[in-house]
């Protein structure tokens, strides 16, 4: 096995795993980053050896005894009856998060959310994971700052929870267990009123400072930063639909982008209209666009990655409290203000809300704005 750096075709650099287990094909994968090299990696090794163990187990269960070839890798608690049970028992939280990461049933937002689960659970077993640990966990988040210095929302330590959820339950799934579920509930384990909705406007003359520090950055990635945020203000997508967008999701002609179920944080893809605007960005775009690679932000990272380097961004243009998914408040409060042919089920359609409360929780109307609807 080997972890070696190499070139890739967009021009950056990526870490290239090399396994080549005995008796099995030869695993080949690159990442964009050391510690994920890493990860997988470990994880693989391991998984390769769980099957191994999986196989052992499988054939004692049909011929009633273990062939001698498979003695050694079968351990003599591999053969109680609780084996399963005491393993996943016994298993760190960690280790669970970082296979489930690995794993086909991984959504793409889990996917980005592990690691910084991983830093913030400490050393838990699975079989620890009670309600005394669940309230440690919540009063922990509420007490550690974010990037932004700002302890950790409310809608986010849910969301974190959640694909704890999602990790033990395959987890359980993998050692054939009954599934299991975390004690969580949120109208007794948080405080009244928690969901304080963000309400953050753009103001114009931020607009203005955003894209003059946006002007000023240097390197092949900066034209990209800059049509990304336009992107985000005429469509309203999040920020994931967009780094993840491949040209063949649009067609300029009819002024559709059709966003595949993979890339929508609520799993059911979706047409989106382009507005003029839209479509000038996606042909300048086009005029940049690497033809041995189908992202249209080719140049630019994951959504994680994305959202740290327009944090600095933000704080280098003199904003405040300002995150990239503001935007996408921004331009659905536009859309309902000025698009009055539109309906309020069109709007929705357009941006993926699947109620009205979802959508009255993103458009952010000023007062004076509903007065100059008036006139």
Known sequence: MSIMERPRKDGTMGWQVILRPRGGKTIVKTFSDRESADMFQEMTVQELAATRLRKA???????????????????????????????YDNELLSKTLADYRLCSECKQKSFHAIPTIRKTIGDVKLGELKKRWVKQ???HMRSVPTQFGKPYAH????????VINCAVRWRAEEFDLNPVRIPFNKRTMFPRNCDNMRTRRL?????????ATLKQMHGPSSRHYRLLMRLALETGARLQEMVLAHWSEFDLKKGTWSIPDSHVKTGFGRFTPLTPRARRVLRQLWAMRDTTNPRVFHLLGQADTVSTVFARIVRRAGLTDFHFHDLRHEAITQLVLKQRELT???????????????LRRYT??????????LK
């Open 57 to 87: 187990l499988a054939a004692r269960t049909t011929k009633g005894v273990v062939p001698i070839a498979l003695k050694a890798v079968i351990s003599d608690e591999a053969l109680d009856p609780n084996f399963a049970q005491a393993n």
């Open 344 to 358: 309020v089920n069109m709007i929705m359609s357009m941006v993926g809300h699947g109620s009205l409360a979802m």
């Open 203 to 211: 103001e114009r003359g931020e607009q203005l400072a955003l894209f």
């Open 364 to 373: 952010n109307l000023r007062p004076e704005e509903m007065v100059a609807r």
């Open 155 to 162: 809608s986010t330590i849910q969301g974190y929870i959640s």
């Open 137 to 139: 966990y919540i009063e």
